[in-house]
Nanobody, 125 residues
Framework: QVQLVESGGGLVQPGGSLRLSCAAS????????MGWYRQAPGKQRELVASITSGGSTNYTDSVKGRFTIARDNAKNTVYLQMSSLKPEDTAVYYCNVDRMILVVNGELKEAYDYWGQGTQVTVSS
């Protein structure tokens, strides 16, 4: 069974920084793209940043230059370094894995669209 466990959320003042982590555990052979999404109250969930297994990154325009996504393939972990935080960054942040190769009973299986439990980020003075 695969789990995505997030950590690092919290309350921070405007202009501050936070670092989110998401570790995937289980019988994982390979993970393709990993990403961070966020959902603010009353709004749809949106993609914040993503990173491929080769390290190519993509950011939504509102966080470019302020957020950095990175991953450690050996640890099946993805990070989101958030700087110059603004009140509009307040949301629940979710880790996502779009596709994995798992080892199940000695066989390779594909698994899709796994989500973490979410971690609250609040930017307020």
């Amino acid at each position: 069974q695969v789990q995505l466990v997030e950590s690092g959320g919290g309350l921070v003042q405007p202009g501050g920084s936070l670092r989110l982590s998401c570790a995937a555990s289980g019988s994982i052979l390979r993970i393709n793209a990993m990403g961070w999404y966020r959902q603010a109250p009353g709004k749809q969930r949106e993609l914040v940043a993503s990173i491929t297994s080769g390290g190519s990154t993509n950011y939504t325009d509102s966080v470019k230059g302020r957020f950095t996504i990175a991953r450690d393939n050996a640890k099946n972990t993805v990070y989101l370094q958030m700087s110059s935080l603004k009140p509009e960054d307040t949301a629940v942040y979710y880790c996502n894995v779009d596709r994995m190769i798992l080892v199940v009973n000695g066989e390779l299986k594909e698994a899709y669209d796994y989500w973490g439990q979410g971690t609250q980020v609040t930017v307020s003075s």
